[in-house]
């Protein structure tokens, strides 16, 4: 691997090479994906892609597919840096594989209200907790000469109005809430940060003070500003502390940019600043060759590898065990769990997620996964056949308008699986063929051939006859025919105003048609191409919905019959995604009847919650055993099998508090009023805002529960520190059951007396432990002079209020036996 290290003298030598044409292009983007190359100096193209949950790379399609890690949530839920670590290393090995230089995450916003709707695609609501889990996430990538582009800076929590929101926040809640994630992974070493679509108090952030005062001025970050994609909306954003424009080729810089230049309205010494850091961003991903030992200086060398990958089997394994080590078990009376395999003749598995896996959420951050273990498959591997595994759905949520199934559809001039795509111009002629092994297809421009039209024709075998709905998602015009004859022509339009809706969770149209087992007929969709940077088509066969009341009662007579019954509800792809916030954190359809009734008939009913955000949980004392598997990834499913069987802990404590119901939460709004959406709650977020208004959520923030027990002892550590120093304190505790077992022990600051409107308490530190049965462990952690620390407006800078202050030690929020004091001197 090449040294991450180019030194100041070089990168003037190359930029002096550089005309202006040359600076302006390499700021503007080369494509959807890619910063130009630029022989003179010896770069490469440098590859941007999507993360955090995978590396998507050049195609969002079956052609490349990619591992699916846990949701950001579920890493968080680990509450382990080295946890996270190794699930980063997955994708720095992906980015290897796939030539990619920069991966877009993670997603370091924090959790303000459960109906934001990338809230999966962040770690917490606590921003200690993010910060060291986007810091381990970073530095892991960044050791394997990747890099990571923290965003979305700053205070982009939710999605409503999303390109346009100014979110109104006071500077002393900014500087110690929603920056601070942002300045612990600057420290860590991040190569690039991404602005926001969002302005707050008045800027937008790729034009905003913030980028150069605290990002650069104060923090020191000599990397990289990636605009979110598009949200660089004027030539004179130029002068700020964007660097780089994307997509490329930029409408509003490049041509535009090189004229203001010309006109003496941009100065070219600010354009120079920007491609500094370019430069030195290439010659970290390793990018950046010695024009001067070319042969030809157009031929530039392939990237370095960055060592061996892990191997299929080691990749599964270790996505495995995160995921596992993520779930939190919130509820486990008796105890039921974990299930004992002597005790289990039969097992009904019960609900539409539990066979239609729900891995990751919907949006920018998915990715077309390797494979996926359901968790019907994942228990159906581990159990039969010494246990007959049953599965009823109960409640079919539907998600849209799901893909015909790949293997139902042939390509009629090649007869293999799939289907074929014929790009066409204005006037009809052919630009371009390929065939592609899915009905679910997305091009980015450049993968267009510059069509007017794309056609998308299959021959369709359906195995099972009867009445279907078949039917196009996708943003735009489409005409759709059956055998020669149109069925449907529409203009389709999203829900919401959102361009990444209209792609990512696309509007559909269907009509009923008449299936014959064995019959195959030929299928025609047309589609307008709109221009967007992104085009998307679905061809899409729903069956008839089936007798809900008989399919309901099924399932609860399955519940009945079997010693244990786990019933897996959830979220889907489209109720969390980019693009639009949630209205409800009620589960789709009638699950929360289905839980009841099965728990009813069942003493033994294990409800798992597939989602990566809260739901409601307003029958959660209704069951014995309630286990959060969020968005698990591609390796959900076995995972899931070994926590619930005890081959492997829950390992997971909450990141974020779940609520009982949706009316309880202190915070919620995410709709801006007026194009404002004020953040009158300050500092007040999360668990903060809970103990503010006094009020208890169903499980806070931290909890979980493992497969044995723990007794906290002691708190040891000093009673006075100095102004700006850290506080190193150790916990005593035993494990008291009989398993091997995990803790999280959380330290959390109280200061009762201030003059300083503090939080009611707010993490401070953490630490995982490990320990036998019986064993007794010391656990140090390290409160760091950060957490003492308040921001000052009418100073203009950080302050630290001598006193006392109260250190609390414990499992959760909620549960906090350990305290001490701690006097901190001017």
């Not at 896996?357 to 273990?373: D, F, M, W």
């Not at 297809?441 to 009445?467: F, K, Y």
């Amino acid at each position: 691997m090449r040294p991450p290290h180019i030194t100041d003298e070089r990168i003037e030598e190359l930029l002096g090479r550089l005309d202006v044409e040359r600076k302006v292009r390499l700021i503007s983007g080369a494509d959807f994906w890619h910063i130009p190359a630029e022989h003179v100096i010896g770069l490469r193209s440098v590859f941007l892609s999507d993360g955090p949950s995978g590396v998507r790379g050049e195609f969002w399609d079956e052609r490349d597919p990619s591992s699916c890690l846990p949701s950001p949530t579920a890493l968080a839920a680990t509450w382990d840096e080295s946890t996270v670590a190794r699930a980063a290393g997955i994708l720095a090995a992906e980015a290897s594989r796939k030539g990619v230089h920069v991966v877009l995450g993670p997603t370091i916003n924090l959790h303000r209200s459960p109906l934001g709707g990338r809230h999966f695609e962040c770690f917490s609501e606590d921003p200690l907790l993010t910060g060291r889990m986007a810091e381990a996430y970073v530095t892991a990538l960044r050791k394997a000469g990747t890099a990571a582009a923290p965003k979305h800076y700053v205070a982009n929590d939710s999605e409503t109005e999303r390109y346009t929101v100014d979110v109104r926040v006071d500077e002393r809640t900014l500087r110690e809430v929603y920056l601070a994630p942002f300045e612990r992974v600057v420290a860590a070493g991040a190569w690039l940060v991404m602005s926001a679509y969002n302005g707050v108090n008045g800027h937008t952030m790729t034009e905003h003070p913030l980028l150069t005062d605290p990002l650069r001025a104060e923090w020191g970050f000599d990397g990289v500003v990636v605009s979110d994609w598009t949200a660089v909306r004027s030539t004179e954003s130029a002068a700020a502390g964007n660097d780089l424009a994307m997509p490329g080729p930029s409408e509003v810089w490049g041509g535009p940019l090189l004229e203001a230049i010309r006109a003496g309205r941009i100065a070219e010494s600010t354009v120079d600043e920007k491609v500094r850091r370019i430069i030195r961003l290439a010659a970290r991903v390793g990018a950046l060759d010695d024009p001067n030992q070319l042969d030809d200086p157009t031929q530039l060398d392939d990237p370095v590898p960055l060592g061996d990958p892990p191997t299929a089997s080691d990749r599964s394994r270790i996505l495995r065990e995160v995921a596992a080590d993520s779930m939190v078990l919130l509820r486990d009376e008796g105890p039921l769990l974990p299930l004992r395999r002597s005790e289990l003749g039969r097992v009904a598995v019960l609900g539409h997620n539990a066979s239609a896996a729900r891995i990751q959420g919907g949006g920018s951050s998915s990715v077309v996964p390797e494979y996926t273990v359901s968790p019907l498959e994942g228990l159906r591997a581990a159990l039969e056949p010494t246990t007959e595994v049953v599965h009823r759905e109960g409640e079919t949520v539907r998600d849209g308008l799901e893909p015909v199934p790949a293997e139902m559809l042939t390509d009629p001039e090649t007869s293999e699986r799939g289907v074929r795509v014929r790009f066409r111009g204005a006037r009809g002629e052919l630009l371009g063929t390929e065939h592609r092994g899915t009905a679910q297809l997305m091009w980015t421009g450049s993968e267009l051939h510059g069509a007017d039209t794309v056609e998308v024709i299959a021959r369709v075998h359906p195995a099972v006859g009867g009445e279907y709905e078949l039917g196009v998602a996708g943003m735009g015009q489409h005409t759709l025919s059956v055998d020669g004859s149109v069925v449907l022509e529409r203009t389709l339009e999203p829900e919401v105003d959102d361009p990444a809706a209209g792609v990512l969770a696309p509007p559909y149209a269907t009509v009923p048609v008449e299936l014959e087992p064995e019959r195959p007929f030929d299928v025609l969709a047309t589609h307008r191409v709109s221009g967007a940077p992104l085009s998307a088509v679905t061809l899409g066969l729903l069956p008839e919905r089936p007798d809900e009341e008989r399919e309901f009662s099924e399932a609860v007579s399955a519940a009945s019959e079997a010693d244990a019954a786990v019933v897996v509800v959830g979220t889907t792809a489209r109720t969390e995604s980019e693009g639009f916030d949630r209205d409800t954190l009620a589960l789709p359809g009638r699950q929360r009847e289905l839980v009841r009734a099965v728990a009813r008939v069942n003493p033994r009913t294990v409800v798992v919650v597939n989602s990566g955000a809260p739901v409601e949980l307003e029958w959660h004392e209704e069951v014995p055993a309630v286990l959060l598997s969020w968005f698990p990834g591609q390796e959900g499913g076995n995972a899931l099998a070994d926590v619930l069987l005890g081959e492997s802990e829950p390992g997971g404590r909450l990141p974020t508090s779940w609520p009982l119901r949706q009316d309880d939460v202190p915070v919620l709004e995410t709709r801006p009023d007026h194009g404002k959406l004020a953040y009158t709650e300050g500092p007040h977020l999360g668990y903060r805002a809970w103990q503010r208004a006094g009020r208890q959520p169903a499980y806070s923030f931290g909890h979980g529960l493992g497969y044995t027990e723990w007794e906290y002892s002691a708190l040891l550590g000093p009673d006075r520190i100095g102004t700006g120093e850290d506080a190193l304190f150790r916990v005593r505790l035993r494990n008291t059951g009989d398993r091997h077992g995990k803790e999280v022990v959380q330290l959390y600051l109280r200061r009762t007396e201030s003059a300083v409107d503090r939080p009611a308490l707010w993490l401070a530190g953490f630490a995982t432990i490990e320990a036998a049965p019986g064993e007794e462990a010391s656990v140090p952690v390290r409160l760091e002079a950060t957490a003492f620390r308040h921001w000052d407006p009418a100073a203009g800078g950080w302050s630290f209020e001598p006193g006392t202050f109260t250190v609390l030690a414990g499992r959760s929020v909620a549960e906090l036996p350990l305290r001490a004091e701690l006097t901190l001197d001017a």
